[in-house]
């Protein structure tokens, strides 16, 4: 029987998608464990919702 429950402390590694070398990239990140995947929150983050089409733009 395969392991069916989700623990917050399992490595990372063990999400569907990510394997050794994309948890090497979440590593420097500081995202060792589910968990911290999970909370991890951009930076940054840029509101899309409102955007311009470049034929509606004028001129000056």
């Known amino acids: 029987m395969s392991k069916t429950q989700f623990e917050l402390t399992d490595d990372v590694m063990y999400v569907k998608g990510v394997g050794p070398a994309r948890a090497k990239l979440l590593a420097k990140l500081n995202i060792a464990t589910k968990y911290d995947l ?15 089409k470049i034929s509606e733009l004028v001129g000056e």
Not at 38 to 52: D, F, G, I, K, Q
Request: neutral net charge; glycine residues 0%; without cysteine.
């Open 38 to 52: 999970l909370t991890h929150y951009p930076r940054a983050y840029e509101n899309h919702s409102s955007l311009t």
